[in-house]
């Protein structure tokens, strides 16, 4: 079973914070001090989060745990206020978040230029550590812009996207324009069926079934969250994600024209690395994968943060999305007894990502999903896409593809040519 700590110590149990022992409990529903704050007893349970350990499933492996209830966050962040008004304080702005950005775009284009003439070991080497763990870290301050946490005034959403497409330039695939509203439906509906492409597509639940494909999957996860939207909730090619898609790839063929192949491979190979089986990515699966059965949300507290923009504090940035990375630290803080007793990870590697490629009863399937209301869907429908096909879309993941299938060829023909002996005269 994998280890799930809180603090120093090892968990296999939730406990449930002294709030909640404090706080009287009937059947049908729990009331606080504030006596227009009423919450169902299930949906506080699910909100403080009190769960089983995985080995305790009482559902067939290969299922997804359903809820009755909505997600947790929206009920403990009506209790954290009650509590604590002054976390209304740390709802702002983050500017520092682009000035980082763009430190780190113009850091990985010097590095592409000195990797032009590497040797094909450094250039791995590289694009692995420095490329990966750089790049992932880029995709984490599009998911702050997402949330327009950077910039605040009247012109808000353009400087936003503005900020979200520069990020997005050294990762070399366009993705800052289309993730954000899909972003938005994973808060709004989280683990709502057919809403949040967050959660695997039939497809992966039926064929990642082994530790070999867990560990195929986690590779291609770039390619996963590529997909997956157009699969579950196609939406329309709108003009932000335009001007996303000819800036990154103007982007690319300058790189490409001036620097070289190599360079290139430098920065998408980051990407597809960094999102994939890279320490820095195993928040995707440490943010939402049922460990705990009945805890749908994990926070980590470990080293990871300091490249990630904080987004280990996941538990904290969906109970308040409109805190920006850099205050989430002082949430917990400031309401440690809703907190300190959830579980939570130190370590990607050795927390998230081992267990879950070794343990039978961890899959794509260890997530918890729910039900919403016919007249919700009818008013989704709206922002979906009726073609369910979108032809550009795939047409342009399929070129990107052919792109990286193209430089990891000549990657490969660069390393056999190097051990190839020279003819002698």
């Known amino acids: 079973m994998s280890t799930i700590v809180t603090h120093a110590t090892t968990m296999t149990k939730p406990t449930r914070s002294s709030v909640a022992s404090t706080m009287p409990m009937t059947s049908e529903k729990t009331t ?22 995985v080995g305790s499933r009482t559902r067939a492996r290969g299922e997804f745990t359903w809820s009755e209830t909505d997600e947790p966050h929206a ?48 250039l791995l080497a590289c694009t692995y550590i420095i490329s990966g763990t750089l790049n992932h870290s880029l995709q984490l301050a599009i998911h702050e ?50 809403v949040d492409t967050d959660i695997p597509h039939a497809f992966e639940v039926n064929y990642v079934t082994n530790t070999i494909t867990k560990i195929l999957w986690i590779a291609a996860q770039p390619l996963c969250y590529a997909l997956r939207p157009m699969l579950i909730k196609p939406k329309p090619f709108r003009f932000w994600e335009a001007v996303n898609w000819i800036a990154c790839l103007t982007f690319d063929v300058a790189i490409w024209y001036f620097m070289g192949t190599q360079a290139l491979t430098y920065l998408i190979g980051g990407t597809l690395l960094g999102l994939g089986l890279h320490p820095s990515a195993g928040h995707f699966i440490a943010e939402h994968y049922e460990f705990v059965a009945g805890t749908e949300t994990y926070s980590y507290y470990g080293p990871a943060n300091f490249f990630n923009f904080n987004v280990g504090y996941h538990n904290e940035h969906h109970d308040f999305p409109r805190i920006p990375w850099s205050k989430l630290p002082l949430v917990r803080k400031i309401a440690p007894e809703f907190y300190d007793h959830l579980p939570c990870y130190h370590s990607y590697v050795t927390e998230v990502f081992w267990p879950y490629i070794t343990n039978p009863d ?6 918890v999903k729910r039900k919403t209301s016919a007249k919700v869907y009818e008013s989704l429908a709206k922002t979906t896409d009726k073609r369910k096909f ?23 023909a660069t390393i056999v040519s190097s051990r190839t002996p020279l003819s002698v005269a």
Request: hydrophobic fraction near 45%.
């Open 32 to 53: 606080t001090s504030d006596s227009s704050l009423k919450v169902s007893n299930l949906a506080l349970q699910r909100a403080l989060g009190k769960g089983v350990p």
């Open 75 to 122: 009920t403990r962040r009506q209790l954290i206020l009650a509590a604590h008004p002054e976390i209304a304080s740390l709802f702002t702005t983050e500017p520092l978040t682009c000035w980082l950005s763009l430190g780190i775009v113009m850091f990985q284009v010097a590095m592409a230029w000195v990797m032009r003439d590497a040797e094909w070991y450094i």
């Open 145 to 194: 812009l997402s949330h327009d946490l950077c910039w605040s005034g009247p012109n808000k959403d353009v400087a936003n996207r503005l900020t979200a497409i520069m990020a997005n330039l050294a990762t070399c695939i366009p993705s800052s324009q289309t993730f954000k509203p899909y972003h938005m439906d994973h808060h709004q509906y989280q683990g709502v069926d057919g």
């Open 362 to 367: 961890l899959g794509v399937w260890a997530r």
């Open 390 to 412: 979108q032809p550009f879309r795939i047409l342009c993941i399929g070129g990107l593809t052919a792109v990286a299938m193209w430089l990891v060829y000549s990657l490969a």
